[in-house]
């Protein structure tokens, strides 16, 4: 009787492990499921773009530069989004101070990604925080990935539009023609922002 016992408690116990494995694998495949039904398609940014150019980068955009080896991210606030050089260079324009972190990659690297997100806190964070200091994805756990081109996005992100530098105008004072910049600039500690135009060459949403 006892020999019995000790098998019918052993098929129990296998049939308990058995189920739990079934269950995490249910659990694994649900959760592979949701990635796939949320990851980053490719879209065609002058056929759907459905956003307003004129107000998208009030939605404190991030903006992320380098490569494999080093990449940094930071919120941005200045931006346009709209075409250079003709209709067939969709292009977007965005602004970097010099004394930004981000500045030196810009300098760096040859592409950019502009990326929308949809928790506040990631752009609060990358407003708030310098990569100096530390590493802000790492911080706030965003998944570094790459375009076919090696430019560095997040996985989290809702919108990525990769960006390959056209041409950088290094602003001077002399270069403004009304008070608006220079009232503006008066006391700004990070000097006069650098204009970047970047031709898109891919973009991808959820």
């Known amino acids: 009787m006892k020999k ?61 530069v380098g490569d494999s080896t080093e990449s940094n991210a930071m919120t941005i606030g200045w931006g346009g989004i709209g075409n250079y050089l003709g209709h067939e260079r969709a292009a977007v324009t965005v602004y970097v101070a010099p004394a930004r972190y981000t500045y030196e990659f810009m300098e760096r690297h040859p592409r950019f990604t502009v990326m929308e997100f949809d928790n506040p806190e990631i752009w609060q964070y990358m407003g708030r925080n310098s990569g100096r200091d530390g590493d802000k994805a790492a911080a706030l756990g965003l998944h570094v990935a790459y375009t076919e081109h090696g430019t560095p996005y997040y996985e989290e992100a809702k919108t990525v539009i990769e960006c390959e530098t056209m041409t950088a105008w290094h602003q001077t004072e002399n270069d403004f023609r009304s008070n608006t910049p220079k009232e503006w600039y008066d006391g700004f500690e990070a000097g006069i922002h650098t204009v970047y135009i970047g031709e898109v060459i891919g973009a991808w949403k959820k």
Do not use: R, W
Not at 18 to 47: H, R, W
Not at 48 to 64: E, H, M, Q, S, V
């Open 4 to 64: 019995l016992a000790h098998t019918f408690l052993f098929s129990a116990m296998l049939m308990a492990v058995m189920a739990s494995c079934d269950g995490k694998q249910n659990q694994d495949n649900d959760k592979q499921d949701s990635i796939m039904n949320t990851e980053l398609k490719p879209f065609d940014v002058q056929k759907d773009f459905a956003d307003n150019g004129f107000t998208y980068f009030t939605k404190n955009l991030i903006i992320c």
